[in-house]
């Protein structure tokens, strides 16, 4: 049956441009948040699309990097071997930007933003996670040694090769900033281009908290899998004991498994809860009502309530010796670093080993920062792969 010219359509919604969205970050995000118009650009000019902020660019600029997809084969706390389960670099990553533009949401801040910002926030970490990168400050210690956030910059200004115009991602400059000043940076070791004096942007900031949060809470899920940590040592942590408690009362017959998966929930929701309303209660007190005010503010203004901070460390020191300085996971970081020294004095010995771009990188900044580059780079399975090729006599080459 044809339709009359009665008949209700489905309406036609204009076009969406990269004006019109500013123009809706200008009408819907706090004051002190971060807008893509007042973005101080990028390293190289390039004409932004019609349909994105150049904020929305940068993110998906970050999805398509081949650094990005890396992460997948990546270690958080248990090697990919291990089991197809455990969180790894990227599932953390993807883990931490969900609940950032959660957050960024609750407190008017620029989501594009912060999920960029959260996106890009591990792009330099290099194999077997933080056993990799101590192994590589180790090495690197009389050449500038070696850090997750400066070589993530390092990732996105250089070593990602993507366009004819330029090296690098060419990202706006904000999203570099919040790169090279995540977690506890070092200010007296920043470029002067990137304003040491000037405190991070909140969407920097909440990035940060939120991959404490992140990986605080699904450490224990991976811990408890693995059979490192048990429920019943769990129980003395104080903010587990409250989710736990909660979930029992409510499914007093429900599986033990269950009750981990709906735990886990339940921390992160009370520790997210707690994270918005204590962090709108420091932007009142301090006054912040622009991004100018939140630059000039000493000491962090995106947290958690005192109570929350205590029961977060009360958490942490329990994974520190329970889970982080277990006798497996220590094993397999102390195999982890033999690998990366192994390979790093080979390639060192003789760059010919490594691939004709790391070569040239080598002739432009030194052999050690081209190795170091290079193994960075590597996956957990391709560092292992590598180092049977460079010291198995029978393996294929």
Known sequence: MLLGKESS????????????????????????????AESRGRLHDEPETGYRTCFQHDRD??????????????????????????????????????????????????EDLVEAISLAHDLG???????????????????????????????????????????????????????????D??????????????????????????????????????GLRAGFLGLEDLRSVRLWHLAEDQVRGKHPRAADHLVVARSVSLLIDRQVRDLVESTHRRLEAARIDSVERVRSHRGP??????????????????????????????RMAEKAKRFLRAMFDEYVRDPRQIPPHHQSRAEEEGV???????????????CQEEYQRLFQPFERI
């Open 9 to 36: 359509m489905a309406p036609i919604y204009p076009i969406i441009d990269s004006a019109a969205s500013g123009e809706r970050e200008a009408a819907h995000l706090a004051p002190y948040a971060m807008r893509s």
């Open 61 to 110: 600029r970050i999805v398509h990097s081949k650094a990005f997809r890396r992460l997948e084969y990546k270690t958080q706390v248990f090697v990919n071997h291990e089991g197809d389960h455990y969180r790894t670099r990227l599932t953390h990553t993807l883990e931490v930007a969900q609940i950032s533009r959660s957050i960024a949401r609750s407190l008017g801040l620029n």
């Open 125 to 183: 970490h290099p194999p077997f996670g933080h056993a990799g990168e101590d192994a590589l400050d180790e090495l690197m210690r009389d050449r500038g040694g070696f850090n997750h956030n400066r070589q993530s910059l390092r990732v996105i200004d250089l070593l990602e090769w993507r366009y004819p115009e330029f090296q690098g991602l060419n990202l706006c400059w904000e999203i570099r900033e919040s790169t090279i000043k995540h977690g």
């Open 185 to 222: 940076f070092d200010r007296g070791r920043l470029p002067a281009d990137f304003q040491p004096g000037w405190s991070p942007l909140l969407e920097a900031q909440l990035a940060d908290v939120a991959d404490s949060l992140a990986y605080d809470t699904h450490d224990i899920d991976d």
């Open 301 to 330: 203004l995106v947290g958690f309530s005192d109570e929350m901070q205590e029961m977060k460390r009360e958490l942490q020191g329990f994974l520190l010796e329970r889970l982080y300085h277990h006798y497996r996971t220590h």
């Open 368 to 382: 050690h920062r081209a190795v170091c580059d290079y193994l960075a780079g590597m996956t957990d399975r391709f």
